[in-house]
């Protein structure tokens, strides 16, 4: 992960271990600050995307531990907020949104603020992620977030988590004889 910067603080996390048993990742908060290094370990959920889940809000940093949020403060190394997302699937990826956040959920997608509190939530048909991994299943436009589920069924919604528009592909149902 690409190191992020909250005030005069340079952070970065690095993944210690995986425990497939536990079902939890197990990371390492490294902060520095004129030279001075200091580090806190923090455990979240296995299924915490490997990047794409820590932003700098401008003096703390902002955790997506799948569906836990976390405020970080590199200052003074506390985690001051948390809160749990009642959520179906895993988080994917969190993005910044004016003074809040919006989490690609692999079932939902949530507009949160910096108080932790979930704005709205949206989903769709199926699946937020496209087959093909190279394209990606959202893309962030000046007026709207677009959205393409597993069976390439297209949305539109606003930042107010308004579906504007949804063009449905069509699928062929097929079976193959075994």
Known sequence: MKSLFVNDYKVDIVLLRTDVEKIEKQFRILVERNGQLKSMEITGSYYTPDEGFAL??????????????????????????????????????AYPYKDDFILHGEIEILRVNKELKVLWNFSG??????????????????????????YENYYEIDYHGTLKRIVKKEHEVGFREI
Do not use: H, W
């Open 56 to 93: 700098s809000t401008g003096n703390q940093l902002f955790l997506m531990l799948n569906d836990q949020l976390l405020l970080f403060d590199p200052e003074t190394m506390e985690i001051t907020k948390r809160a749990e997302l009642d959520i179906l699937g895993t988080m994917i990826a």
């Open 125 to 150: 048909l199926d699946i937020f992620v496209r087959r093909s991994r190279n394209e990606q299943a959202i893309t962030f436009q000046e007026d709207r977030i677009c959205l393409y589920d597993f």
